[in-house]
């Protein structure tokens, strides 16, 4: 009987320390957790305006990656009229250009690009422009046909042109004596019930006329 008491009364000690030990776990527990709610919220707009701060750092990273890729870029972009096919059109940065879209008449787009300080479009016939775009207001087949009549009289050579971001498109590039006392490189293109005009004047110009201008046109058919 006795052996069996001093048994009961270890089990019951055994017990009794067993429920202190997890009574002092969880208040441990219970004082970790609130002291961490606590710090998060008495620091919350600290945090937050931390995590703010790290976003626009990272976001002003990727506006100035973006800003000095766009300035390495030597090319500048042109959108014309939806109403024309929204021709695309890239040339130099450095070059200026006025693109007349309110005329109307035989060419609702007309434009004049050249290196530098644009001289007056009234100068056209003697000054050599690097680039002209117009939209003629006349049938493809039409515009043809007047280069087809040069070519006949041995002004002009005519052979067969896609752009290359356009090759389903197929006109004719024209070279020689566009006009009287203008030479040049002219591509055109039909474009809806209207005809694109493209060309360079001269031959100082050609070779940003192939690898900028050409390489990067296109408009929707």
Do not use: C, H
């Not at 389903?168 to 694109?196: C, F, H, K, Y």
């Not at 001269?202 to 390489?215: M, R, V």
Request: glycine residues 10%.
């Amino acid at each position: 009987m006795k052996l069996n008491q001093d048994g009961g009364i270890n089990g019951a000690v055994i017990a009794l320390v067993f429920v202190i030990l997890l009574l002092i776990g969880a208040s441990s527990f219970a004082f970790w957790a609130y002291s961490g709610r606590q710090n998060y919220k008495n620091n919350a707009d600290q945090l937050i305006s931390k995590a703010v701060g790290s976003a626009k750092q990272k976001q002003q990273s990727t506006d100035d990656a973006s800003f000095a890729v766009a300035e390495q870029n030597p090319l500048t972009q042109y959108i014309g009229p939806q109403a024309y096919g929204t021709i695309s059109l890239y040339y130099p940065k450095n070059w200026s250009s006025y693109v007349n879209t309110n005329s109307g008449g035989g060419y609702p787009v007309d434009g004049y690009f050249y290196p530098g300080t644009l001289p007056s479009v009234s100068d056209s016939g003697q000054v050599n422009f690097a680039l002209r775009l117009q939209v003629e207001n006349n049938a493809y087949a039409t515009v043809l046909q007047t280069f087809q009549s040069a070519q006949q009289n041995g002004k002009v050579t005519i052979k067969a042109y896609s752009l290359p971001k356009l090759p389903s498109v197929v006109g004719v590039e024209v070279t020689g004596q566009l006009e009287n006392n203008l030479t040049g490189t002219l591509i055109v293109l039909p474009l809806r019930s209207t005809a694109l005009e493209v060309w360079t004047e001269g031959t100082g110009y050609l070779t940003e006329f192939n690898n900028d201008i050409l390489a990067n046109l296109s408009f929707s058919p």
